[in-house]
């Protein structure tokens, strides 16, 4: 979806309801890759030995990613929020 284009012609309720749709969705595939870096995470701090020296600069990654993902999924659920309340 051309969201620049779709923002600019939502002029209805469903047009605004789709765009709603579209960020929770966008929330939620934000969130299933937040979920997938904890586990590494958890992996990376569990047994750090295994990655030698890597492992601190592995464990600073994901929680980066982690943090990215998190407030993507804020950020699109808020403007999920806004769309339904258009």
Excluded: P
């Excluded at 939502?10 to 789709?18: C, L, P, V, W």
């Excluded at 904890?38 to 030698?52: A, G």
């Excluded at 950020?75 to 999920?80: D, G, Q, S």
């Amino acid at each position: 979806m051309d969201m620049s284009q779709a923002v600019q012609n939502a002029t209805s309720k469903a047009d605004h309801e789709a765009l709603a749709q579209h960020y929770e969705e966008a929330a939620k595939e934000m969130q299933l890759k937040a979920d997938e870096h904890k586990k590494l995470l958890s992996q990376y701090r569990s047994k750090s030995y295994l990655y030698d020296r890597q492992a601190e600069d592995f464990k600073a990654h994901c929680e980066r990613l982690i943090d990215v993902y998190e407030n993507a999924v804020e950020e699109n659920l808020e403007m999920a929020k806004m769309h339904r309340q258009m």
